[in-house]
């Protein structure tokens, strides 16, 4: 496993903050680095390498890559709350950290100004008030804005706010267990469009049509992460924690009932076998890394550590590879949504029409996550 640490080493050692070598969307589309969820995800990684290794170097990058954006007045280069976009609460996550570790005032600061685009996010008129997932896309809830919003929102709860609005938090996961799972294989569907409107959606569920890998493994963290945070130290919120622990075994039984031979799941999970369908190297990282912390925390028991290995064994079999000297990890699907600018159906064909990347931060990310709680198990 010493082969993945050099390779996490050689891209810190590649980025800086305003051109991170794993942020492909950025560097494709020719532009700087702002404050975005795949930095997010990369950090927060990067600041597990160091809770594990104690490597100063790890946290120096960490506080040296969000600081550069975090101004001392808690104002942060490159984020607009009134852009209502879900996805941007996520690097929030990695500002906590931050603030404990460092102590400078201004990661709380930021924390409050990220916070404060929680208070302002439309939601869903569905009995649930879920969010939005983007203002652009009026009355979505999709799986990923799951873990994009839902974790640092319990945190600040938790940590700032004694826990007043833990109720609205649960509201939103109760309606996402009822209403995007599918009852035929214990899966979910990527989004559902409360509104029932928009073009991609079946016009009676509001459903989308598949079970996209980083969608469900990006909602499994979410509710692993929520329970590793969650403060039900009075048990006010036995029942709520059991049905996120309900959903998050459920979810991981039904996952592994398609989990590869290789130890990897498919890009688009139940249709594995299908024309052009490929091994998908993201999900099955996240994957990897819930079963990890899912038994580190008590949720799983020693057993699911088994698949867990065979999944980080796997991705490093067919994907983690070495041209001329230099480290590459392959397999990543670089984006999927729905809708949007350019009409996203949601069908089979388009989760099989996006690029197909290496390096990119929302694969090494949770590589490096599943990576790290692999460390932590041998410790």
């Not at 305003?18 to 950090?43: C, F, R, S, T």
């Not at 570790?101 to 924390?111: C, V």
């Not at 796997?314 to 999927?336: D, N, R």
Request: glycine share 8%; net charge negative.
């Amino acid at each position: 496993m010493d082969v993945i640490v050099k390779y996490i080493n050689e891209l810190l050692d590649k980025s800086t903050p305003e051109a991170p070598i794993w942020n492909i969307e950025k560097i494709k589309q020719g532009l700087k680095a702002n404050w975005n969820y795949i930095d997010g995800v990369m950090i927060k990684a990067v600041l597990q390498m160091y809770a594990i290794s104690k490597e100063d170097k790890y946290l120096k990058f960490a506080d040296d890559f969000i600081g550069y954006r975090v101004f001392e007045d808690g104002t942060i280069d490159g984020y607009s709350i009134g852009e209502k976009n879900i996805d941007n609460i996520n690097a929030g996550k990695t500002l906590f950290e931050l603030y404990d570790l460092t102590g400078k005032e201004k990661y709380k600061k930021a924390i409050e100004l990220v916070y404060s685009q929680i208070k302002i996010m439309p939601r869903c008129d569905n009995g649930a008030g879920s969010f939005w997932h983007k203002d652009i896309y009026p009355n979505q809830v999709w799986l990923d804005g799951m873990y994009m919003g839902q974790p640092f929102y319990l945190e600040y709860e938790t940590r700032f706010n004694n826990r007043k609005n833990y109720d609205d938090i649960f509201r939103q996961f109760k309606y996402v267990i009822e209403n995007m799972r599918n009852p035929l294989n214990g899966l979910y569907f990527h989004a559902i469009d409360t509104s029932k409107e928009a073009f991609w959606c079946d016009k009676v569920t509001g459903l989308s049509q598949h079970s996209w890998i980083r969608a469900i493994g990006w909602y499994a963290m979410a509710l692993l992460d929520v329970l590793d945070k969650v403060d039900n130290s009075d048990h006010k919120y036995d029942a709520e924690c059991k049905m996120l622990e309900d959903a998050f075994v459920d979810l991981i039984n039904s996952m592994l009932k398609y989990q590869d031979e290789s130890g990897m799941w498919y890009q688009v999970v139940n249709y594995g076998g299908m024309d052009r369908n490929y091994l998908e190297t993201s999900g099955s990282s996240i994957m990897a890394y819930a079963l990890l912390k899912g038994v580190r925390l008590g949720f799983l028991d020693e057993s699911y550590r088994e698949p867990a290995k065979k999944a980080i064994d796997g991705i490093c079999s067919k994907y983690l590879t070495t041209k001329e000297g230099e480290m590459s990890l392959g397999g990543i699907c670089l984006v999927a949504g729905l809708g949007g600018k350019d009409n996203r159906p949601g069908t089979y064909d388009y989760y099989m029409s996006e690029p197909i990347v290496e390096d990119d931060a929302k694969g090494v990310g949770p590589f490096l996550l599943a990576y790290t709680e692999l460390l932590m198990s041998k410790q």
